[in-house]
Each structure stands twice: as structure tokens, then as C-alpha cells.
């Protein structure tokens, strides 16, 4: 067989045709014009930058990210985002090695709708101040070290944290380059289904996290990734099963209204873990359920004034109760107790949330716990409204009876000459916000070793964590900071605070408590 025959036949290649490839490219260039908006309407989200690392998100658009500080989510951040814009910029030129603390919780709202939870707007603001001040006491010479300098940032997930999945995503990027050197997260508002998801998220890229306000069991984990300054529900209820248990040794009679809403992981927690702590206190209920509610509608403030006028009848009258639900529906609870014609002396006991009720104005656009609401509460001498916060003032003397050894008027006074006053303070946010800071910062330090000059990661950072508490705790404004194995404060004391209708009382201290005793 010849060469010839074996050769395999290459047709020969037809002449361009330019005049015909001319007119099918600007075709094809015309239908992409037209094919791309409608490709990214059906499988990206619609963005729009609001400022660097901020975009509009969601049916609200939503401007949601992460920024320096640059960048205002909602007027009321306006003076504490410049103050850290400020303190970030001056880190950048100081020429020092810095890394960076994100804090979180959902910073904007959508007008018109329900509230997500009660975290409203002043109560944010107060937690960022906290976590800005712990920010200048890190970097100027707090007695923490100064190596490496930390920027803090302001992350936003958007009401009720419903764009958490991207600003996750955005965090993880951060976190893993050299541009942001992120290492850490705090703050994380509420006890939500989002906010679940998120820790769960955050955990699974390894980046350690401390949260301020949270206070839902299930956050926790055994070789945490996820820690928190706060006291979780089942050292809250066991505080509160043992207070009503005193009073019922003195013929009270107690029972539980309980809000069974599922996907609120701060309810769900919160009666769940009352049930055990009444059970562990042998505490008698007067009904084999409580109370029940389902929050989220308007409907429920219609639900919540039957369940008043049923414990206030006075043959069957109740003497105290304990509220398992959010501030905001405790509020629509006190409404209903002191309805007009209505004498209802009772003790009510609740969670952290508690703090809501002055907060978040209801669905119908009213005032949160005003006009009338007020007056007639004054006028109730017999209602009490107690919770256990997780901080307040009045209890850093009790904690810390050594002048010297309490961290809170130093703080105070530096409160005073950032943001004018001290009066905030007694809702115990800003302490919280920046007690998370500063473990953060603690850890940070921590991990760049003795002389400040070793390379500090996310790794490095939940290492140093785990160790607070081992050598001593941490001298917080809420309390000494150590971790349990879950991650969780361990032996960390309350507040039992109590809601005043007056302005110049509205958070009174009413004694220090802790769940397993003090140390």
C-alpha cells in the first residue's frame, strides 16, 4: 500500500467570509445587550454598590456588608461609625502591624414591616459604642498590649439577619487574605434562626467568634469555635426557678406564659430550659403547659390580653409568673396587665429580652411602652417586671467590692467623653459589646506572643480563646470572662434588674446572681 493510500484526507480549509462573520458577531453582540440583564435577573441577585464592600440586598435592598466605618447603615450609627472610620484610619498610617475584629448584628430595617426581633436600633448603637471603645482601649495602651493594632468593622446582615449568607461569604473572603486579615467576629445580636445560621457557618470556615448578646443553648458546641460574654438561657432560667421558688416557699402561686414560636431559637431555648430549671427547683406550676402564644403577627397582642385576663381573675388570681418570650411581646403583655378597670398585682420574671420592652414599637406604629401604657403602670403599685440581665452598672461594685480591680468607672468615664453622659449604660449593652471585643482583642495579643511580633491568624486567635479562664479570668465590665468547655461563661454572675415606667428608673438594679453560685 502506497503512502499516498494511508494518508489521512484534511479537506481543504474554506476562504473567511469577513462580510458574513461582520454582520453574525454584531448580531450576537445585539442579543447579549438584551440576554445579560435578563441572565443576571434569573441567577444573580440584583446589587447595588452602596459604598465599598456594601451592596443592596433583598426585597428591601438593603445596603448590607461589611465597612471601616466609612459607610452609615442607619443615622442613628452616624456618630460612633465616624469615631471608628477614625480610629481605623489612624491604624492604617500608624505604620504597625494590625489585624481586624467584624462586628455583627442585623443594622438596618425594612419600614412597614413586622419587627424581626428587638434589637432595636438605640440598643445596637449602644453595643457598637462598647465595642469601639474596647477597640481604643486596645490599641492606646489599656494595659493589654498594643501589638498587633486592631481595626474594627461594621457588618450588616440586614433585618432579622435575613442576608446572612452573603455577608458569611464576604467574611470567609476576608478572612482569608492579606488585604482585610480578619481573624475574628463578634457581637451577633439575637438568638434567631438566622443568626444560627450564621455561628454554623462561620464555624465550619474555622473563624473564631464572640458573641455579645446571644443567649439560645444550641449555639454552643463541644471544641468551640463560637464563644459568647453572655449567659445563656439555661443559667438564666436556673436563676429564675430558684427566685420563684422563694417565693413559692411563701405561698405564692406561680406559672409560665411561654411564646412556642419554632423558628425563634431564644424562645424555643428559654421555655425549654425553664421546664428543666423548675423541675431540678421541684417549682409548682398551676397549669401542665403554661400559657402559650405564637409571636410574629399582630395577632398575638389579642392572644397575650386573654392570658392576662385569665392569671388576673381574682379567684384564681396567679402571683407571679414567668415569661418566656422577647421584649417585644412582654411589652404587649405589661399593656394588657394594667388595661384600664383592670387590678392585677403580680410579679413577672423574664429573660434577657426583657430589655426590649422599651424598645421596637409595635405593629400598629405606636410609641414602644408609651403614653397611657405609661401612666397606668405607675399607677399599677402592685405589677413588678423583673429579668435577669447580663450586666448593669450597679453590679461591677458588687462583683468587684476592690475599687481597684473594677475595670467599669474607667469605662464609664471614657463613655462619657466619646458619646456625653453615662444614663445608656444601665441597659448593660455597651458593656456587652465591649466586653466581646475585648476578649477578642485579649486573645489577639495572646497569640502575637510576649513580644507582639509573632504572625497572628484565625487559628492562632481560637486557640488563645480556649485558654481564657485557665491562668484567671478576664476582667470584664460584666463580670470575670472564662470559658467552659462548650464555650459557654463559666461561674460569670447576672444582674436581676427591674423595668420602671420612669425615665430616671427604666433599668433598676435589684441585686447580683449567679446560677451556681458566686466563685
Known amino acids: 500500500m502506497s ?4 494518508r489521512r484526507f484534511v479537506p481543504a480549509r474554506p476562504p473567511v467570509r469577513w462580510r458574513l462573520w461582520t454582520v453574525v458577531a454584531a448580531l450576537c453582540a445585539a ?16 446589587e447595588h454598590r452602596c459604598a465599598t464592600g456594601v451592596v443592596q440586598r433583598g426585597a428591601g435592598d438593603e445596603c448590607v456588608g461589611v465597612t471601616d466605618g466609612s459607610y452609615v447603615y442607619a443615622k442613628e450609627f452616624a456618630e460612633v461609625s465616624a469615631k471608628i472610620r477614625d ?26 414591616s413586622f419587627p424581626h426581633n428587638d434589637r432595636s436600633p438605640q440598643v445596637i448603637r449602644q453595643a457598637i459604642e462598647g465595642a469601639y471603645l474596647a477597640q481604643v482601649e486596645l490599641n492606646r495602651g489599656g494595659g493589654h498590649g498594643r501589638t498587633p493594632q486592631v481595626k474594627l468593622l461594621l457588618a450588616n446582615s440586614g433585618q432579622g439577619g435575613e442576608q446572612w449568607r452573603p455577608l458569611v461569604e464576604q467574611l470567609i473572603d476576608m478572612a482569608g487574605d492579606s488585604e482585610h486579615r480578619l481573624v475574628a467576629v463578634a457581637g451577633f445580636g439575637q438568638s434567631v434562626a438566622t443568626t444560627r445560621e450564621t455561628v454554623d457557618a462561620l464555624r465550619a470556615a474555622e473563624i473564631p467568634m464572640v458573641g455579645s448578646t446571644v443567649a439560645a443553648d444550641g449555639l454552643s458546641s463541644q471544641d468551640p469555635t463560637f464563644f459568647r460574654v453572655s449567659s445563656p438561657n439555661a443559667d438564666q432560667t436556673a436563676v429564675a426557678a430558684t427566685y420563684l421558688k422563694g417565693r413559692q416557699a411563701k405561698g405564692a402561686r406561680i406559672d409560665v406564659v411561654k411564646d412556642i ?3 425563634d431559637t431564644y424562645n424555643q431555648s428559654l421555655g425549654a430550659d425553664f421546664e428543666r430549671a423548675a423541675r431540678a427547683a421541684r417549682l409548682r406550676l398551676e397549669t401542665p403547659d403554661g400559657h402559650r402564644f405564637v409571636s410574629g403577627s399582630a395577632s398575638a397582642a389579642n392572644t397575650l390580653a386573654d392570658i392576662a385576663a385569665t ?14 418570650g422577647r421584649g417585644r411581646e412582654l411589652k404587649l403583655f405589661v399593656e394588657a396587665l394594667t388595661a384600664p378597670g383592670r387590678d392585677c398585682p403580680l410579679t413577672v420574671l423574664s429573660g434577657s429580652s426583657a430589655l426590649g420592652v422599651f424598645y421596637d414599637p ?12 405609661l401612666a397606668r403602670w405607675r399607677a399599677s403599685a402592685g405589677l413588678r417586671v423583673l429579668y435577669t440581665a447580663y450586666a448593669h452598672p450597679d453590679g461591677a461594685r458588687r462583683i468587684y467590692p476592690a475599687k481597684a480591680a473594677n475595670p467599669y468607672p474607667a469605662f464609664a ?3 462619657d467623653l466619646a458619646f456625653g453622659g453615662d444614663r445608656e449604660l444601665r441597659s448593660g449593652q455597651a458593656m456587652m459589646g465591649h466586653d466581646s471585643v475585648l476578649t477578642l482583642g485579649t486573645a489577639i495579643r495572646r497569640a502575637a506572643g510576649p513580644r507582639g511580633g509573632d504572625a ?9 480563646l480556649l485558654q481564657i479562664g485557665q491562668s484567671g479570668p478576664l476582667p470584664g465590665l460584666s463580670g470575670p470572662i472564662a470559658f467552659d468547655a462548650k464555650g459557654n461563661p463559666h461561674r460569670k454572675p447576672m444582674a436581676l434588674v427591674e423595668l420602671r415606667p420612669e425615665p430616671e428608673r427604666r433599668y433598676s438594679y435589684r441585686g447580683t446572681v449567679w446560677a451556681h453560685g458566686p466563685r
Open 413 to 415: 468615664d471614657a463613655y
Open 3 to 6: 503512502d499516498a493510500s494511508t
Open 362 to 373: 409595635p405593629v400598629t406604629g405606636s410609641e414602644a411602652v408609651g403614653g397611657d401604657v
Open 31 to 46: 442579543a447579549l445587550v438584551v440576554a445579560l440583564p435578563l441572565a443576571g435577573e434569573r441567577w444573580w441577585p440584583s
Open 456 to 464: 497572628v491568624d484565625a487559628a492562632g486567635v481560637r486557640n488563645m
Open 261 to 263: 414560636k419554632r423558628d
Open 87 to 112: 480610629e481605623n484610619q489612624r491604624v492604617a498610617k500608624s505604620g504597625e502591624d494590625w489585624v481586624a475584629i467584624a462586628y455583627t448584628e442585623p443594622m438596618t430595617r425594612r419600614s412597614g
Open 311 to 324: 392569671v388576673c381573675r381574682p379567684e384564681r388570681r396567679l402571683d407571679a409568673v414567668y415569661f418566656a
